[in-house]
């Protein structure tokens, strides 16, 4: 079953900040985030790793709360680069298993 | 040179037809992935392979089928293409985090865009 996102969209005035939150029904082990520009490939931004602490990618940083099965992945001061949509992709305990993806919120960021 | 490739980049076919999408990496990477995407449904995994030996049903394998010719190579195939298989298909690759088992990046191919009248 995919991870829930939220917000689904997302419009942003350059600077501010904003959260994009993903959540699952199974216990998870690891939290991938990706970002999609339009037309291109979802482009690897950080794994979160249960037990791990919170990464940071520029000034998108993110976390995982184990207990809730949910992360969330925060844009600090956003910049027009950050438009895009965002991808949360989760793995279940073993960690060999698949990564499974939500439905992607989709930011826009204008001057 | 892209590490991860996609042939064809566009196509258009009819329903009934037979389909084959090509991946092709130079990362050496022993993992690779087929997935759809669809507008408002994200990224959904059709099949994924571990080694030349692996292949694995992902969610959405029903009327899909994949061949690991070699470590660099996947290809997925629509044995009779339907309209409802118009999509985005991307190929991707990763490989296993020594320590830890669980995965590390995902590289993803430039997709290929496929459309079924």
């Known amino acids: 079953q995919q991870p829930v996102q939220s917000p689904q969209a997302v419009i942003l005035r350059e600077g501010e900040d904003a959260v994009i939150n993903c959540s699952s029904s199974?216990?998870?082990?690891?939290v991938h985030w990706y970002r999609q520009k339009h037309g291109e490939a979802p482009v690897f931004l950080m794994i979160?790793?249960?037990?791990?602490e919170q990464m940071r990618h520029e000034k998108i940083s993110a976390s995982f709360n184990e207990k809730k099965q949910q992360s969330s992945l925060y844009l600090t001061a956003s910049q027009l680069s950050y438009s895009g949509t965002y991808f949360c992709?989760?793995?279940?305990?073993?960690?060999?298993?698949?990564?499974?993806f939500g439905t992607g919120t989709k930011l826009q960021v204008i001057p | 040179d892209a590490d991860v490739t996609q042939t064809p980049r566009n196509r258009i076919t009819k329903t009934g037809k037979r389909i084959m999408l090509e991946c092709s990496q130079t990362?050496?990477?022993?993992?690779m992935y087929w997935y759809r995407q669809d507008p408002g449904l994200g990224l959904r995994l059709i099949y994924y392979?571990?080694?030349?030996?692996?292949?694995n049903k992902g969610e959405i394998s029903d009327g899909y089928s994949v061949s690991r010719q070699a470590q660099a190579k996947f290809s997925l195939s629509l044995e009779s293409a339907i309209p409802n298989q118009t999509a985005l298909y991307f190929c991707?690759?990763?490989?296993?985090?020594?320590?830890?088992?669980?995965?590390?990046?995902?590289?993803f191919g430039p997709g290929t865009r496929l459309t079924v009248l």
């Open positions: 199974k216990a998870l082990y690891s």
């Open positions: 992709g989760t793995t279940g305990p073993g960690g060999y298993q698949k990564v499974t």
């Open positions: 991707a690759t990763s490989d296993p985090a020594p320590r830890s088992g669980s995965y590390n990046e995902q590289f």
């Open positions: 392979s571990f080694d030349v030996k692996d292949i």
């Open positions: 979160l790793l249960k037990g791990g």
């Open positions: 990362k050496g990477h022993d993992r």
